[in-house]
């Protein structure tokens, strides 16, 4: 996405669901961080993911809560917001594909601890449904 | 053999929506009271459910996107997370009356207390969740719900005056001695329950379960022309055999024994058999709808992976949404509340949390960026916004009218 399309950030990309090359789903776009280039004119960096993003833009008490909550959680390695770097985006259609798979980009903290710990130990949780 | 089931899902969503524990209930109540002068509130249900879940099935099958993954997209995250705490509450509400309407349903021929069977009902859930592959859970539920066509068989045995019958339906009027805020009240209450909003978060789950694309849309009409219509007419035999039986009678139904009564009397001990396995069948349907939408409304909203089409593993906060629902759900039925009385207030609820539900879809489904030369056409159009008019009023109306009638009394 380096040809400098221009965008609705509301209406294209804010809130859309973010998917793999295999399209199974990542997370949505929360939230998204901008630069200035050099005349000035902002672009769009990365995709940034999970409560800690979404919570600013709830607003409110229950959005503090959420963003507190999460931040919280997160371990030392975890302290930066997940972001998804916005050159890593292949295609922007009703979802936005990127071209790493959720494994390798580790977004959601969330969904690996409950695998781990709650989902894993059910038996039957390895097979697909029959 | 394939084309059989290729409605299945319609017909499971449509059973979930129009002869759940709560339409079982509000059409024997409403028939056993109002006779068929209140059709024209289940035959306007039908109308409306029919145009949405039309578009919403094509939605899917255009974009690959469930309903609340666009309901956020389109209304902002402050909006829509007020969407989905409104629906799912409804919905977890529901979930919690068709797991006692289960238990209830086996009381009917164990004669041992519903209270018992409620967590093994949980866990039967659950694990039918956990395991069974969606196409199948759908095949069966489905076409087993379809057992309730012997209220249309009983409708028959009791050979009514079908003129009369008619006439009732096509002519709406209030029976003199009923109060008109109860009439309201109750035809709200039918609505609702024709159109609850899971069945569309359920529907158009289905689709992605089922990887439909555009070429699916027919698929997804069939389904929606067979499955809602199909449904709504069960509905209308319910109410028009509790007018025939109980009406004259004057049997008040409270009971699910109380809905079962019609068919004992006109097709007797095989029609009880059947209709009993129907309600089973049915309310189990629905339970596994509504737990299921339990987990997509919530996951579609935060962009996790959801769905029945990855192992567990890779979808671990749907399961969990999914596992906590059915223990909540368990819970609720368990602290010996009536479940008929949580399925009548569930009804009136979903009439209130309509328009946040239908307003977004009928958005999207004008929007050529996502739809392209899919969008709605004229007909639709001017068919939805009108509907959406009645929706409005309806759900404004619901609540003071529950409070004004004491719930219909």
Redesign the interface.
């Given at each position: 996405m380096s040809d400098g399309r221009e965008l609705d950030l509301q209406?294209h990309l804010l809130?859309?669901?973010?998917q793999d090359p295999d399209?199974?789903?990542?997370?949505?776009v929360?939230d998204l961080e901008l630069e200035l280039d050099a005349s000035g004119r902002p672009y769009v960096t990365a995709i940034l993911?999970g409560p800690r993003a979404?919570g600013p833009?709830?607003?409110g008490r229950?959005g503090r809560w959420m963003a507190a909550i999460a931040g919280r959680l997160a371990t030392p390695e975890e302290s930066e917001i997940p972001r998804i770097d916005f050159a890593q985006v292949t295609e922007i259609g009703?979802?936005i594909t990127i071209a790493r798979t959720?494994d390798e980009l580790n977004v959601?903290p969330?969904?690996?601890w409950?695998?781990r710990h709650?989902?894993?130990r059910?038996p039957?949780?390895?097979?697909?449904?029959? | 053999m394939k084309k059989i089931f290729a409605a299945t899902l319609g017909i499971l969503t449509a059973i979930g929506g129009f002869v759940d524990i709560g339409d079982l209930v509000t059409n024997a109540l409403v028939g056993s009271r109002y006779g068929l002068s209140l059709a024209w509130a289940t035959l306007g249900g039908i109308v409306g459910i029919c145009l949405y879940a039309e578009m919403s099935g094509r939605v899917a099958a255009v974009t690959g996107r469930g309903t609340f993954d666009l309901v956020r997209e389109r209304l902002g995250p402050r909006f829509g997370l007020a969407n989905l705490i409104a629906s799912f509450l409804v919905t977890i509400l529901t979930f919690t009356a068709e797991i006692g309407g289960i238990a209830l349903s086996i009381e009917l021929v164990t004669s041992v207390n519903y209270l018992l069977w409620v967590p093994l009902v949980g866990l039967a859930v659950w694990l039918i969740i956990w395991r069974v592959k969606f196409s199948l859970l759908e095949d069966v539920f489905g076409l087993l719900g379809l057992t309730l066509i012997v209220y249309a068989v009983a409708l028959w045995q009791l050979n009514p005056g079908w003129g009369d019958l008619l006439h009732q339906i096509a002519v709406p009027h209030k029976p003199h001695e009923e109060g008109l805020l109860p009439y309201f009240y109750y035809a709200i209450a039918l609505f609702g329950a024709a159109m609850t909003p899971y069945e569309v978060f359920f529907f158009s789950s289905g689709g992605v379960e089922e990887r439909w694309t555009k070429k699916d849309i027919s698929t997804s009409r069939v389904n929606v022309f067979i499955g809602f219509p199909l449904g709504g007419l069960l509905s209308l035999c319910i109410a028009a055999v509790a007018a025939l039986v109980l009406l004259p009678r004057n049997i008040q139904v409270d009971t699910l024994g109380g809905v079962s009564l019609p068919v004992a009397v006109a097709a007797g001990k095989i029609g009880l058999a059947v209709v009993i396995l129907g309600f089973v069948a049915a309310t189990f349907g629905a339970a596994l709808e509504t737990g299921l939408s339990c987990g997509y409304a919530v996951s579609q909203y935060f962009g996790w992976q959801w769905g029945k089409f990855v192992k567990p593993r890779n979808a671990a906060r749907f399961h969990v949404v999914v596992l906590l629902s059915v223990v909540v759900a368990v819970g609720g039925v368990l602290t010996t509340i009536d479940p008929i009385t949580i399925t009548e207030y569930s009804v009136v609820f979903s009439a209130v949390a309509l328009p946040l539900t239908y307003f977004p879809i009928l958005v999207i489904s004008n929007d050529p960026d996502y739809m392209g030369d899919k969008v709605n056409g004229r007909i639709s159009n001017t068919l939805a916004t009108l509907f959406l008019g009645v929706i409005l009023v309806a759900a404004t109306a619901a609540i003071p009218l529950m409070l004004l009638t004491k719930a219909g009394q």
């Amino acid at each position: 996405m380096s040809d400098g399309r221009e965008l609705d950030l509301q209406l294209h990309l804010l809130d859309r669901q973010v998917q793999d090359p295999d399209r199974r789903m990542i997370c949505k776009v929360d939230d998204l961080e901008l630069e200035l280039d050099a005349s000035g004119r902002p672009y769009v960096t990365a995709i940034l993911a999970g409560p800690r993003a979404l919570g600013p833009r709830l607003g409110g008490r229950l959005g503090r809560w959420m963003a507190a909550i999460a931040g919280r959680l997160a371990t030392p390695e975890e302290s930066e917001i997940p972001r998804i770097d916005f050159a890593q985006v292949t295609e922007i259609g009703s979802a936005i594909t990127i071209a790493r798979t959720s494994d390798e980009l580790n977004v959601a903290p969330l969904e690996g601890w409950l695998d781990r710990h709650v989902i894993a130990r059910i038996p039957g949780s390895l097979h697909e449904s029959e | 053999m394939k084309k059989i089931f290729a409605a299945t899902l319609g017909i499971l969503t449509a059973i979930g929506g129009f002869v759940d524990i709560g339409d079982l209930v509000t059409n024997a109540l409403v028939g056993s009271r109002y006779g068929l002068s209140l059709a024209w509130a289940t035959l306007g249900g039908i109308v409306g459910i029919c145009l949405y879940a039309e578009m919403s099935g094509r939605v899917a099958a255009v974009t690959g996107r469930g309903t609340f993954d666009l309901v956020r997209e389109r209304l902002g995250p402050r909006f829509g997370l007020a969407n989905l705490i409104a629906s799912f509450l409804v919905t977890i509400l529901t979930f919690t009356a068709e797991i006692g309407g289960i238990a209830l349903s086996i009381e009917l021929v164990t004669s041992v207390n519903y209270l018992l069977w409620v967590p093994l009902v949980g866990l039967a859930v659950w694990l039918i969740i956990w395991r069974v592959k969606f196409s199948l859970l759908e095949d069966v539920f489905g076409l087993l719900g379809l057992t309730l066509i012997v209220y249309a068989v009983a409708l028959w045995q009791l050979n009514p005056g079908w003129g009369d019958l008619l006439h009732q339906i096509a002519v709406p009027h209030k029976p003199h001695e009923e109060g008109l805020l109860p009439y309201f009240y109750y035809a709200i209450a039918l609505f609702g329950a024709a159109m609850t909003p899971y069945e569309v978060f359920f529907f158009s789950s289905g689709g992605v379960e089922e990887r439909w694309t555009k070429k699916d849309i027919s698929t997804s009409r069939v389904n929606v022309f067979i499955g809602f219509p199909l449904g709504g007419l069960l509905s209308l035999c319910i109410a028009a055999v509790a007018a025939l039986v109980l009406l004259p009678r004057n049997i008040q139904v409270d009971t699910l024994g109380g809905v079962s009564l019609p068919v004992a009397v006109a097709a007797g001990k095989i029609g009880l058999a059947v209709v009993i396995l129907g309600f089973v069948a049915a309310t189990f349907g629905a339970a596994l709808e509504t737990g299921l939408s339990c987990g997509y409304a919530v996951s579609q909203y935060f962009g996790w992976q959801w769905g029945k089409f990855v192992k567990p593993r890779n979808a671990a906060r749907f399961h969990v949404v999914v596992l906590l629902s059915v223990v909540v759900a368990v819970g609720g039925v368990l602290t010996t509340i009536d479940p008929i009385t949580i399925t009548e207030y569930s009804v009136v609820f979903s009439a209130v949390a309509l328009p946040l539900t239908y307003f977004p879809i009928l958005v999207i489904s004008n929007d050529p960026d996502y739809m392209g030369d899919k969008v709605n056409g004229r007909i639709s159009n001017t068919l939805a916004t009108l509907f959406l008019g009645v929706i409005l009023v309806a759900a404004t109306a619901a609540i003071p009218l529950m409070l004004l009638t004491k719930a219909g009394q």
